[in-house]
């Protein structure tokens, strides 16, 4: 599990240990992890760290003493070290201190040259995006350059991901002694490049976001037994497709056969039924008993009369695409089954009331928040795909139990009929016993490794993701 925690928690973390250390020795532990990962991306150019061209781009806080103290080091390693102050009168003392006694140089302007540029300028605490003399001196870094971002990039929000303005784009971030959620959730995540954690000791309590690999979701994977048979392995009910759009139901029902179903009951007209029996005629047709449904994927207007009278039965339910119109949140707060709502930014943007925009940019905020007002799982998805349970998500969430930050995907995901897949797959999971969040997550972990096993770096359908579920699965179970 990759865990991330907020600034608060880091700040009291690093307070907590501070007090009994030297003063100065948190910073020089940061500072050796920080050159000992700009040196092994050094150590792939011919000369290696001797005589490599390293400038740091310096802010006034302590990641510009971090910046300062590695640069240090690589000085004192035979590289030519440049700092370049966003303020000159505001440099860590003890840094320049040390990147001069070094061979270091302080210089008014980014050279024209370097093998690698090392962002100091802003760091945990920094808010709303870079200021315009730190932004001046992001734009001159020179082209094709390796940028290494000390513990974020700057004007990437730590908390939340969001980037309010000019921003850093990173190609490797170093991160002191946790991951923050703004290096896992979009779009700080497209600016932050490979994450390197750096250990330096910190004592953390509960995480903020989290991450799942593959032996939490083969944890959480519901397997059959010796006396297992369709229904104990769990029948899910899809209420999906019209005769406008009957692939949503097919690639719904794709998606729960190859999730890992035992049986699935398709509920619908007959012109997408037909579509249905026709591609998988294992599908069960016509009501009866299920342990979850799936409704909403290409479901058309005027059938909300459906939804709600599945949110009365009491057996789980997700909830996607059509189905999630006009949804009534004191109906879904009375539930006592799990309910899973699966939105795009578009439609969780309806269902909070403001723009898709804002979503976008706050993603970590609006997924709690639909937690939080509809009393349900929620999984927000995206470029980076969250899960949140009800009642706030974060920490005061149901259970304590962290916004889960899905980390698989390709961008050719990005596909007609793809969430149908995903919508299939997280209610196979929800019959299979999984709760909400749980289905989500996992669901969303698999969908995300399927995609790249079918796209492989080309475009793909809905229906190829669909058929490599059965790979992903084996994936994530395999040592």
């Avoid at 299939?424 to 996992?442: F, K, N």
Wanted: aromatic share 2%; with cysteine.
């Amino acid at each position: 599990m990759r865990t991330a925690y907020s600034v608060e928690t880091v700040r009291a973390a690093e307070r907590e240990l501070m007090a009994r250390l030297p003063e100065g020795a948190l910073m020089l532990r940061a500072a050796a992890g920080l050159a000992a990962v700009c040196a092994g991306l050094l150590a792939r150019r011919p000369g290696r760290v001797y005589g490599a061209r390293v400038v740091l781009l310096v802010g006034p806080g302590d990641n510009g003493g971090d910046a300062l103290y590695a640069g240090a080091r690589l000085a004192r390693r035979g590289a030519g070290v440049t700092a370049v102050p966003m303020d000159p009168q505001r440099m860590h003392a003890g840094g320049l201190a040390a990147l001069r006694a070094a061979g270091g140089r302080v210089a008014d302007t980014v050279p024209a040259r370097a093998d690698l540029v090392l962002d100091g300028l802003l760091g945990i605490g920094g808010r709303g995006g870079l200021r315009p003399a730190a932004a001046a001196l992001v734009e001159r870094i020179p082209s094709g350059v390796p940028v290494v971002a000390v513990d974020l990039p700057s004007g990437v929000d730590a908390d939340t991901g969001e980037v309010a303005g000019p921003a850093v784009t990173a190609d490797v971030t170093v991160a002191f002694g946790a991951y923050k959620p703004g290096l896992l959730i979009d779009p700080g995540a497209s600016r932050a490049g490979a994450v390197h954690l750096v250990d330096i000791g910190l004592a953390l309590g509960e995480p903020d976001a989290e991450a799942l690999q593959h032996a939490d979701v083969a944890g959480l994977l519901p397997e059959p037994g010796a006396s297992s048979d369709k229904y104990r392995r769990g029948v899910v009910g899809i209420v999906a497709g019209s005769a406008q759009y009957p692939g949503a139901a097919v690639l719904a029902v794709a998606g729960a056969l190859r999730g890992g179903a035992g049986a699935v009951r398709y509920v619908g007209p007959t012109a997408a039924a037909d579509a249905v029996l026709a591609r998988y005629p294992e599908t069960l047709s016509g009501r009866g008993r299920v342990q979850a449904w799936v409704v909403g994927p290409g479901l058309g207007e005027g059938r909300a009369g459906e939804v709600a009278g599945l949110l009365a039965e009491d057996v789980p339910v997700l909830v996607d695409a059509d189905g999630l119109r006009g949804l009534d949140a004191e109906v879904l707060r009375a539930r006592s089954a799990p309910t899973l709502l699966t939105p795009h930014a578009g439609e969780a943007a309806a269902l909070l009331g403001v723009s898709r925009e804002s979503v976008e940019a706050g993603r970590l905020g609006s997924v709690r928040a639909l937690a939080e007002r509809y009393g349900v799982a929620a999984l927000l998805k995206g470029s980076t795909t969250l899960v949140a349970s009800g009642g706030g998500g974060g920490r005061g969430g149901v259970g304590g139990v962290p916004v889960r930050v899905n980390p698989t995907g390709t961008p050719w995901l990005a596909t007609a009929g793809s969430g149908d897949v995903l919508s299939g797959l997280a209610g196979a999971l929800l019959a299979g016993g999984l709760s909400g969040a749980d289905a989500g997550a996992v669901g969303a972990y698999l969908h995300g490794l399927a995609g790249r096993r079918a796209a492989s770096g080309a475009p793909v359908l809905a229906q190829e993701v669909a058929e490599a579920l059965p790979g992903a699965w084996r994936d994530v179970r395999t040592p």
